[in-house]
């Protein structure tokens, strides 16, 4: 006896990208025509305002999307490592990274924008012997 099981067939169609900037890792989706007027985004299952509760990084994500004028797109994000703010430009790297893929002629004015940069700066490990990565300990007289 045998039984199939149907598989569920997801027929929306998908730009994937990946963004990083420090210890953060995005990996952002965007669906173009998702048909409402407005763009909607959505970080670990949850919406976007709640995940990244200041205007300042609510920006960051969004600057490609008024760079170019975007509406009515759909972006899924998954995220994880670091801290918000370096989440959040993990985010916006991911997006403009996925936003080429579905248009190759926003490349010039993202490229103008800096939003195709990875910025690869991290924190300096901590050597054996000194305090921090560079401070020495501190040396005593008597």
């Known amino acids: 006896m045998t039984v199939k099981i149907a598989k569920k067939q997801k027929t929306e169609r998908y730009f994937e990208a990946v963004g990083r900037r420090k210890t953060a890792i995005a990996r952002v989706r965007v669906f173009p025509a998702a048909g ?11 919406e976007f305002g709640k995940y990244f509760p200041t205007k300042k990084e609510q920006g960051v994500i969004n600057a490609p999307f008024d760079k170019l004028t975007l509406t009515g797109v759909k972006t899924t994000v998954k995220v994880r490592g670091g801290g918000l703010s370096g989440q ?33 700066r991290m924190v300096e490990r901590k050597k054996p012997g000194l305090r921090k990565a560079r401070r020495p300990q501190q040396w005593r007289k008597r």
């Open 88 to 120: 959040a430009e993990a985010v916006r790297l991911g997006i403009s990274r996925a936003l080429i893929l579905f248009d190759s002629g926003f490349r010039p004015r993202l490229k103008a924008f800096g939003y195709l940069t990875r910025d690869s």
């Open 36 to 46: 409402s007027g407005k763009n909607d985004i959505t970080v670990n299952d949850k």
